[in-house]
């Protein structure tokens, strides 16, 4: 699909959509419109082509087991927020470049090598003995908002719960 075939009134509820979803979770979408609606159309023209979402910065592979990392918002957008301000894309971006108060940089690529993601599936097809004989494992420590309980594995708990919006200081290590 070209550029050109998606109308603008498509890129706008796409835009008007996903700010929405966004702010309803507490994130912020780049408050320079004209590039975020690029992104939009750049996550619509994945989506024809793919059938996901997938990153409008990342070159995916087409096969979506494969780019489920990179699916729009990547598995990678709450590290980059909280290290760096935005994700890779600067689609999302912090409160602080939302109120113009810090500008985007780039950042460096977060996602592991081709043969690094694979080697890590068969990993996680192989868990270890003890992780099995308790029936589960962790990959990431699980964060819970002190203010509403909601919980989330990552390896560091959101800038803003997405639940009651309570702010990262709100969260307490879980397990």
Known sequence: MANNEISEETIDARYRQ?????????????????????LVRGLIIN???YSYQGCPCRLASGVQAEDIDIICPCDYRDPDLTDYGNCYCALYVSSGISS?????????????PKAQREAQMQEDIHESPAA???GFSLEY???RCQVCGYLCARNEPPEVCPICKAKKERFGRFI
């Open 47 to 49: 989506e024809h082509r």
């Open 100 to 112: 113009g108060e810090e500008a985007t940089t780039p950042i460096p690529e977060r996602r592991p």
């Open 132 to 134: 099995q004989a308790h």
């Open 141 to 143: 420590p699980v964060w």
């Open 18 to 38: 996903l700010k929405k979803e966004a702010e309803d979770a507490g994130y912020h979408l780049n408050p320079d419109v004209d590039f975020t609606k690029g």
